[in-house]
């Protein structure tokens, strides 16, 4: 009787009393029956109006938060109703959702865990399964993408990330302005259609509000922008310009190191990938040692480093105009250099040079840096979570990690 009074002050539901509480040591269960009290009318589950009753089901089991680590189950007979408006319909309790196992509050316990845990580590810790904690973020998850408000949004970040083995991606659409930073979208594949879905999603209205998107240089995204957000100011990937150059430089080291070891010279650039990656001030002693070393030689690669040391410099300026003098500086010398990686990457600056010098007219206000860290997250989400097969999985996983979605209101928050 104690434990009643206990549930009662936490959780209670009107309309409805905990009737009696017994406990099976054997399979460590609470087990609580629920009825309804006494003249209380039935919901109905169509329409949510109060119904005239019809007949009763049979017992039904809703798990409830786990309490001292015995499983808590709500014994409850379902009745039905005659309803006007819908015909013979089942009630609608307070404590379950639809034809869920599961009540309510449980699943947002589940789901609120499964935030901080990987959802097996959640499964484990409160003796569920991974398919309920799996129901149970699927169900937060619905309820916030109705109720979320997704306008107005100013500046908007896209970015692919990588989905399991082989060449499958992602497009990952997020908000990320200083107050609000979020994942908005998620579409399947890289395409121009799967981007395109993000503006049908949100409207031509909110699309035509959007003042600022960050976006590589995949020319699929490119061509959505121009033609659904052409007001906005769209700023090329700071980070991503940087990744390219750092992968064409390795390019050049990589096949120089080749050359020079077939050709039997000392190998001068064995284990100085990261010397020259790396950004100077993170270097280590022994790097920088390596570093001053290997400038001495002539060679390809430190004719590549240095161009890339140089080209660091387009981010310090402030006005857009100065900075495009230095990117056509800096890309003219690029090309006489003979140096094909390198001046494959001056080529692809050039025909972006508009998009690159709006990062300026922006005033560096929407550098990568922010979509970078949520793509990261969502790295992490998806390598926390080895069952996540399908993309509808992966889906709600991000969704729930990124979203910032609201959630449905409980009477007590068990957590
Ligand atoms: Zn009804």
Not at 103 to 122: D, I, N
Not at 371 to 386: D, H, I, P, Q
Request: charged content about 25%; glycine content about 6%; hydrophobic content about 40%.
């Amino acid at each position: 009787m104690r434990l009643i009074s206990l549930l009662n002050h936490y959780q209670h539901f009107p309309g409805f009393v905990y009737e009696k509480a017994r406990h099976c040591a054997q399979s460590q269960t609470i087990e609580i029956s629920v009825r309804p009290r006494r003249g209380s009318k039935p919901v109905c589950s169509g329409c949510h109006k109060p119904a005239p009753g019809y007949d009763h089901l049979s017992l039904r089991r809703f798990e409830f938060v786990p309490l001292w680590g015995c499983m808590v189950v709500l014994l409850y007979c379902m009745r039905r109703v005659n309803c006007r408006a819908c015909g013979v319909r089942v009630e609608a309790v307070p404590w379950g959702i639809g034809k869920h196992q599961l009540t309510k509050a449980y699943m947002l316990f589940l789901a609120h865990w499964a935030r901080k845990l990987s959802w097996q580590e959640t499964a484990l810790s409160f003796r569920s399964t991974w398919d309920k904690v799996c129901q149970s973020v699927e169900y937060v998850v619905h309820w916030g993408l109705e109720h979320r408000q997704l306008g107005p949004i100013v500046a908007i970040g896209v970015d692919e990330i990588q989905s399991g083995k082989g060449h499958k991606y992602l497009t990952l659409v997020y908000q990320i302005e200083q107050q609000c930073t979020r994942l908005l979208w998620i579409g399947q594949e890289r395409t121009t259609e799967s981007f395109d879905r993000f503006f049908t999603l949100i409207g031509e209205g909110l699309a035509k509000q959007i003042e600022f998107v960050c976006s590589d240089m995949w020319q699929p995204y490119l061509n959505v922008i121009a033609e659904r957000c052409s007001q906005a100011i769209h700023i090329l990937d700071r980070f991503h310009i940087v990744a390219k150059m750092n992968a064409a430089l390795n390019d050049v080291r990589a096949a120089e190191a080749r050359r020079l070891a077939r050709d039997g010279y000392e190998p001068v650039l064995k284990k100085t990938r990261w010397c020259v990656l790396k950004r100077k001030a993170n270097l280590t002693e022994h790097q920088r040692f390596r570093l001053r070393d290997l400038l001495r030689y002539n060679l390809k690669t430190v004719r590549a480093y240095l161009l890339k040391e140089d080209f660091q410099q387009l981010w310090e300026y402030e006005s857009p105009s100065w900075a495009g003098k230095f990117l056509d500086e800096w890309c003219r010398q690029v090309m006489r250099s003979r140096i094909g990686p390198m001046k494959k990457i001056a080529g692809s600056l050039r025909s972006h040079r508009a998009l690159i010098l709006n990062y300026f007219r922006a005033k560096k206000q929407f550098s990568s840096g922010i979509v970078e860290g949520l793509n990261n997250k969502a790295k992490l989400t998806m390598r926390k979570s080895y069952g996540f097969r399908t993309f509808h999985v992966t889906e709600i996983a991000l969704y729930h990690a990124l979203g910032k979605l609201p959630e449905p209101d409980v009477a007590h928050r068990f957590f």
